[in-house]
T-cell receptor, first 116, second 113 residues
Framework: AQKITQTQPGMFVQEKEAVTLDCTYD???????LFWYKQPSSGEMIFLIY??????QNATEGRYSLNFQKARKSANLVISASQLGDSAMYFC?????????????FGAGTRLFVKA | EAQVTQNPRYLITVTGKKLTVTCSQN?????MSWYRQDPGLGLRQIYY???????DKGDVPEGYKVSRKEKRNFPLILESPSPNQTSLYFC????????????FGPGTRLLVL
């Protein structure tokens, strides 16, 4: 069963505008962590932001914020004031505790294109 | 510099020829993991290790082996590679805990003919 769903394979946004990348997840656990990573065309994986399942405040890191709606099981990434350098692949991920330890599940990703 | 290194970065091989991709981290992290990335599928976890001598299967372990004899190293072994293992492979490490950020290696692009 798909546990992380990113429904937008590709998105366009105008430079300097805000954009929201969607992520929904599926878990029956109460404790879990949610992450967003950026993968530019060069291929490296860059950590952007983290939200814990018990965190009451939405996480923010500079221009990145995470819109966490626990009841709806969504963890959308909001990028404010988009820049050309934001053009990349973005992955949502969830970390859960299994019998053997922590497992991490990634979504299929959303490719963001920032237009000048 | 804190980093995760992988070798080789690029590898072309033939079906059935055993290979090892090395992974090393210098951050004293307990947790290490291997992922493969395929178009349209995102990253899928192959194996992970909570600490030395402790490893467990991820979602796609078939055809792969790992070992964790030292804290810093976590090699990925393909005993008999097949073309469906052609992929981009990432090693990652972190401290323990839900909220600990995983640090990724640069990736290894593998082509199995």
């Amino acid at each position: 069963a798909q546990k992380i769903t990113q429904t937008q394979p590709g998105m366009f946004v105008q430079e300097k505008e805000a954009v929201t990348l969607d992520c929904t997840y599926d878990t029956s656990d109460q404790s879990y962590g949610l992450f967003w990573y950026k993968q530019p065309s060069s291929g490296e994986m860059i950590f952007l932001i983290y939200q814990g399942s018990y965190d009451e405040q939405n996480a923010t890191e500079g221009r990145y914020s995470l819109n966490f709606q626990k009841a709806r099981k969504s963890a959308n990434l909001v990028i404010s004031a988009s820049q050309l350098g934001d053009s990349a692949m973005y992955f949502c991920a969830m970390r859960e505790l299994y019998t053997g330890g922590f497992k991490t599940i990634f979504g299929a990703g959303t490719r963001l294109f920032v237009k000048a | 510099e804190a980093q995760v290194t992988q070798n080789p970065r690029y590898l072309i091989t033939v079906t059935g020829k055993k290979l090892t991709v090395t992974c090393s981290q210098n951050m004293n992290h307990e947790y290490m993991s291997w992922y493969r990335q395929d178009p349209g599928l995102g990253l899928r976890q192959i194996y992970y290790s909570m600490n030395v001598e402790v490893t467990d299967k991820g979602d796609v372990p078939e055809g792969y082996k790992v070992s964790r004899k030292e804290k810093r190293n976590f090699p990925l072994i393909l005993e008999s590679p097949s073309p469906n293992q052609t992929s981009l492979y990432f090693c990652a490490s972190s401290l323990q805990g839900f909220g600990e950020t995983q640090y990724f290696g640069p990736g290894t692009r593998l082509l199995v003919l």
